[in-house]
């Protein structure tokens, strides 16, 4: 039997109930296959942590998650710690010192999901959206002088190295090779940011030429907007900076139906560390606690960690139990549903134990 050790860090707001689900979904996987085994262990880091002790996980925390094979991440963010203080005291430290370069976001629209779109359905909406995730805009570099003087001045650089956008260049051209229409948009603001952007056009010209077989194509990033939305259907795997991927892929999400349905997966491609999988939702303070958020994002993250894993067979497996479930009409009230949590995690259990893919 196949084993795996898998840090689960629920963190904050809905992440410990979707966290729970998604595990739970992954506990009936398990058992109905019988080939391969999760060892879980969790970690209770986050902003409850941090008003504790004064940071949201242990400073050896990163060595402690070296020694497993995949982390499965709730969300991040509290009403009362400032967002950059979260954000960047537990998910960004992981993501960065772990170099999980590429942050991969599928988006499709499910079965029985009515999405916001007119005339578009299941088939009609089905990308991945790669986003490069180590430098760019959140390279954190920058700072701030003479603060509260009317001469205050703050910076933010963006950071884009020839390495850190080939590579992930490179991973987006595999990706869209390996999917059937062999299909790649380049997303920046070269018209605007003439170096940065322009060394990213530029790369993208050049690795295309090691991938004969993908057509490719580039837009601007406020255009690119706009073609999500009228022609979604002329697009299947795009490529974009840190912060132009993050606001692309959640109005993705939402012209998909919902923030509920979307996963991520930061992955280190070269596998010298474990990547991290996560829903994109965050910790919906608003829901908390109510028992109303959507799993279907964690239990598609869940799916992407074990095809990451080398688990295809059950990633396929669970991805049809979650797609027979929304089929059915069973849906949570961020799609129009009135279902539960716990409704949802139980249909899709029970839609793995029945299933004889």
Known sequence: ?????????????????????????????QRRMGSFRLHVEEFPWGSDFYKRTGAMM????????????????????????????TLWGLRLPICQGFDQYANVRPTKILPGVTPPLRDCGPGDLDWVIVRENSEGEYAGHGGRAHRGLPEEVATEVAIFTRVGV??????????????????????????????????????????????PDVTWDKMLVDAMTMRMVLKPQSLDTIVATNLHADILSDLA???????????????????????MFEPIHGSAFDITGKGIANPVATFWTGAQMLEHL???EAAARLMAAVERVTASGLLTPDLGGTATTKQVTEAVCDAIHSANI
């Open 253 to 275: 999400a939402a012209l998909a139906g919902s923030l509920g349905v979307a996963p991520t997966g930061n992955v280190d491609p070269e596998r010298r560390f474990p990547s």
């Open 310 to 312: 080398g688990e295809p």
């Open 1 to 29: 039997m196949r084993e795996y050790a898998i840090a689960a860090i629920p963190a904050d707001g809905i992440g410990p109930e979707v966290i729970a689900a998604g595990l739970q979904a992954l506990e009936a996987l």
């Open 166 to 211: 080939t590579r992930i260049m490179r991973y987006a051209f595999r990706l869209a090779q390996a999917r059937p229409r062999k299909l790649l948009t380049v997303v920046t603001k070269s018209n605007a940011q003439r170096f940065g952007m322009v060394m990213w056009d530029e790369i993208a010209e050049q690795v295309s030429k090691e991938f």
């Open 58 to 85: 242990p400073a050896d925390g990163l060595e402690t998650l070296k020694k497993f094979d995949a982390i499965y991440f709730g969300a991040v963010g509290a009403p009362d710690v400032p967002d950059h203080v």
